[in-house]
Structure formats: structure tokens, C-alpha cells
């Protein structure tokens, strides 16, 4: 995996990762922005990367004996601000379409909306995964509301046990609602 980088996200199944002969399949997927530090264990750098660019291979799962990981896709009912923990036995990597809308009024002024798809271990303490958002600014006094809007999506895998939740601030005159969603239990 070290040799070759792949698509934002992209899940990738390994066999013989750990020694020869080693068949148990493992899951991971490739973070573009990540900057984590190559641990050789949960965290892998293509070796063509400097340590100051973004992109690693994060680990997601390793398979029991017998056990032949085969992803299955549900659509979800979460709600941002809401956090939930991933009680079963696998990683799940959740996609969340977001639709992100700012209003600048007649004065001048500043609005944006920022979305974080945010993880946690212990439901207190909050790691981001991935963010997207809308902003929009008006230096000068119009006569009409400048409205922008935008779908963002946010993906991001929730490992087991772990915490996961989509937090939304916003600024100004600005909203974000989710309108579709689906997890994969990889």
C-alpha cells in the first residue's frame, strides 16, 4: 500500500498484511487530507508523500478467522448534533448529503455554515474526520438578500466502539439540514 495512492476514501482489502501467509483481510481507506504520523500499524504513508503532504492510509478492521468482511449499505436517520456509537462488530463509513445555505441581507456582512463529521472514543472528546461548507460575504449595501446554496457531502467511517456525530456551526443568516443518508458496515 505504501507504493501506490488511491481516490479520497477508496476502501481497500488486504490479505498477507501482517506476515507470509497471513490471509485474514484487513480494511482501509485512504484519507487525502490526513496528516497523521505512519505508526506502520493504523496509520500507513505512501512513500511518495513527504511528511508534510496530506494523504494516509488509515486502518479500519481486521477480520476474524473465517470471517470474510462483505459490506452491507442502509440508509440512516441521524441528526446533527447528535452523537451515536458503533455498537456492532465492524467499522461503519457513513456518507451524509448536506444541503449548506447563506444569506447576506441588505447590509453589508458575512454568513457561512461549516459541517464536521466528527469521531470520538469516548463520546466527550471530539476528533474531525472531515468538514465542508458555504460561505458568502457582502462588502457593500445592497438592495436584494444574495442567497448561495450548496450540497456538501460528508464521509467519514465510525471505527467499533467509537462515537460518531455531523456537527453544523453556523454564522449570520446561514443553515444546513441533512437531506440524505446512508451507512456501510464494511
Not at 38 to 51: F, I, Q, S, Y
Amino acid at each position: 500500500m505504501r507504493t501506490a495512492i488511491v481516490t479520497h476514501h477508496q476502501k481497500i482489502l488486504c490479505t498477507g498484511a501482517s506476515a507470509f501467509n497471513d490471509i485474514l483481510p484487513e480494511v482501509w481507506y485512504y484519507d487525502e487530507n490526513s496528516l497523521a504520523v505512519d505508526n506502520g500499524t493504523t496509520v500507513l504513508k505512501p512513500t511518495e508523500l513527504l511528511t508534510t503532504e496530506g494523504g494516509r492510509y488509515i486502518f479500519l478492521y481486521r477480520a476474524t478467522t473465517g470471517d470474510f468482511p462483505i459490506p452491507t449499505i442502509a440508509t440512516s436517520t441521524r441528526v446533527a448534533g447528535t452523537s451515536w456509537q458503533n455498537t456492532g462488530t465492524r467499522p461503519v463509513m457513513g456518507v451524509y448529503s448536506i444541503t449548506a445555505s447563506v444569506t447576506n441581507p441588505l447590509l453589508a456582512g458575512n454568513s457561512s455554515v461549516t459541517i464536521y463529521g466528527e469521531t470520538s472514543t469516548n463520546g466527550t472528546t471530539w476528533t474531525t474526520a472531515t468538514t465542508n461548507g458555504n460561505t458568502s460575504s457582502v462588502a457593500l449595501t445592497v438592495t436584494l438578500q444574495i442567497t448561495n446554496g450548496q450540497t456538501a457531502n460528508l464521509v467519514f467511517a465510525v471505527p467499533v466502539g467509537q462515537y460518531g456525530r455531523i456537527r453544523i456551526v453556523t454564522t449570520g443568516t446561514a443553515s444546513a439540514s441533512i437531506v440524505n443518508q446512508w451507512e456501510m458496515t464494511l
